[in-house]
């Protein structure tokens, strides 16, 4: 979906990232948007529903492209929100308010799940992303983008609150600080702007994930578990935020202040997200899957670590292992550690 209003606030990337901003409208052509200033040509993306506004090539010294739905790909329709994912667009949505007279702008916002779900609850809502690997609903309903987060192809002051989660994390120290800063210039004074990531420190509880985390990575020795994904998923993260100085000097040199900031001390994802989850995974749903293929002519090798495509009964045990992952926040919320749950204030 290319709405109107994503046209009127496109901008081109070329000249954003050469200081031309005010004067670089897109103006709709019959092959596509065309910029008023430097006369660079977008072909229309309206078959593919969204628009390509990446910068040009030699912008960036370094490029990333977070690519989770590579690594845990399901084909079909988007699966509702559960477990980590639950936990984060509830406690987004309870710091942010999100409501219908607000434009809202997910920032890194990978296939589209969150921008899909949320999109009932927002008067405008857009997501930009590096990749392109956009689910086909999102591409129905929602506006979408796909960019670089360091030079966010819109104009100033055009949306009033944004999120971004998980993106930080695969950023270099300069790339946090141009992150931060575009979201500021395209939120209006005053906007909202709430992030998921972390900073390299833990508290005393997550003694407890960690002796998780070994025990996984011995089931994974042993063949129980396959923890490949979730190591591939993380092979691009930076982690350029060390302590939490580090993150106050970087949000008052970009324009932001705290508003409200929470912890995720995680005991209830450990136990249920990170061990139970990928046992089941690997033990149940990926053997009988790899058993089907292997018995089904014509086709090949099906790797374990592929999603499981259940059916709606799991709905509600999986509901309920959400809600009690919710209690990682409401009983550790207070206690700082690395994880992060931040909402802040456009100064």
Known sequence: ?????????????????NGNGASSSLESESEGLRCSHCGREFPAL?????????????????????AEEEFHHRPGRLRPLFL?????????????????????LDIGCGNGRFVFFKRPS??????????????????????????DVRLLPFAEASFDKAYSL??????TEEGVVRMLSEARRVLCPGGKFFVYSHVMMSSKLAAFQRGVNRLVRYLDTKGLVDNAPER??????RNALGSYAQLDALLTRTGFEIETIRYYNVFFK???????????????????????????????????????DVGRWVHLPLGLASELMKLDVALFGR?????????????
């Open 166 to 171: 998980d993106v930080l994390e695969h950023l």
């Open 232 to 237: 591939e998923r993380k092979s691009d993260h």
């Open 122 to 147: 927002c008067g405008e809502l857009v997501g930009i992303d590096a990749g392109s690997h956009f689910a086909p609903e999102s591409l129905r309903s929602v506006d979408l983008a796909r960019g």
């Open 84 to 104: 980590s994912a639950r936990v984060k667009m509830d406690v987004m949505t309870k710091m942010l308010r999100p409501g219908q007279g607000d434009r809202v």
């Open 1 to 17: 979906m290319i709405s109107e209003y994503l046209r009127t606030i496109a901008r081109c990337p070329a000249c954003l990232a």
């Open 270 to 308: 450990s136990v249920i997200e990170d061990l139970l989850l990928p046992l089941v995974e690997h033990n149940v749903y990926s053997k009988r899957k790899r058993h089907a293929v292997t018995e089904a002519p014509g086709h090949g090798h099906s790797h374990g670590s592929v999603k499981p």
């Open 46 to 66: 309206d078959d593919r529903g969204y628009l390509d506004l990446r910068p040009p090539v030699d912008t960036f010294s370094d490029l990333t492209e977070y």
């Open 335 to 347: 206690i700082r550690t690395g994880p992060f749950f931040l909402l802040l204030r456009a100064v």
